[in-house]
């Protein structure tokens, strides 16, 4: 299947008021910037061609794999002046890169892209910005059992406030953390049928759009998982996502695990 990735957003809290144009996609966790980490992701699942919604930062995402360097994360032998790798991670991939605007929304963004995915009935969309270890090939398997137009990865409330359950005389019953509540969150791994064209407006959105009306009809799946999964939107958790490669705690890297 196609791999739809959303990197052209401007990423405003991730820069936290400073003047980094890198997009948000091209940030650093260990030696391979966010969107590397993502496309691993889908590559290990055997999903190797990509289409890249470009806008913000454009250059730099063209640039970095334009100029890519395999021995950066494979073991290489040095023989003669010359680099014999023992590994490579990109060789096989396919990436489709397209302008789809500075401003545009991610429904437009994947509006702008619809020519190139084919005749592929079903493909994937990430926001390229988030790492899982999620299992891809049995969320395929559950949504195309479902019969559904389209699925979404819920996970739990990530955040750590409490909710607060009130009387209407302003008496508190109970106090409840977040993650104990029965609620899930898009956890922004998509697998989609070329129906949401029809349910996407110019300039509209994935979610609030097309997936708010397939979910009134009955049919967007939501495949729920409760184990490795993390947003990098501020420098924060992205700082945190690079401590945690750095000390070797790295689920989301589910070809480290694979069989060789």
């Known amino acids: 299947m196609k791999v739809v990735l959303f990197c052209g957003g401007y990423g405003m809290r991730m820069r936290e008021g400073s003047d980094d144009v890198v ?4 940030q650093m966790v260990g030696n391979r910037p966010l969107i590397w980490h993502v496309m691993r992701y889908y590559a290990h699942y055997g999903h190797t061609d990509f289409i890249l919604c470009l806008g913000y930062g454009a250059a730099h995402v063209k640039n970095y794999f334009l100029t890519y360097q395999e021995s950066v994360s494979n073991d290489f032998v040095l023989r003669d002046g010359r680099v014999e790798l023992l590994s490579e991670d990109i060789a096989d991939w396919s990436i489709t890169f ?3 605007g500075l ?5 437009e963004r994947l509006r702008r892209v619809r020519g190139h995915l084919g005749a592929d009935e079903v493909f994937l969309a990430n926001y390229a910005d988030v790492l899982t270890d999620a299992p891809l090939d049995t969320m395929i398997e559950q949504f195309t059992a479902s019969g ?8 739990p409330p990530q955040q750590s406030f409490h909710c607060v359950d009130l009387t209407p005389t302003g008496e508190v019953k109970e106090i409840m953390p977040i993650s104990r509540m029965p609620l899930w969150e898009n956890g922004g791994y998509f697998v989609l049928t070329r129906e949401i064209f029809d349910l996407l407006p110019p300039g509209g959105d994935l979610v609030a759009d097309a997936c708010g009306t397939l979910a009134g009809q009955g049919r967007l799946f939501g495949y729920r998982h409760q184990g490795f999964w993390k947003p990098a939107d501020t420098f924060k958790e992205r700082a945190e996502l690079d401590a945690a490669y750095h000390s070797g705690e790295r689920p989301w890297m589910v070809w480290e695990s694979a069989p060789r």
Do not use: C, H, Y
Request: proline share 10%.
């Open 23 to 26: 997009p948000k996609p091209m």
């Open 98 to 100: 397209v302008d789809t």
């Open 103 to 107: 401003e545009s929304a991610i429904g």
């Open 148 to 155: 559904a137009a389209a699925s979404m990865l819920v996970v």
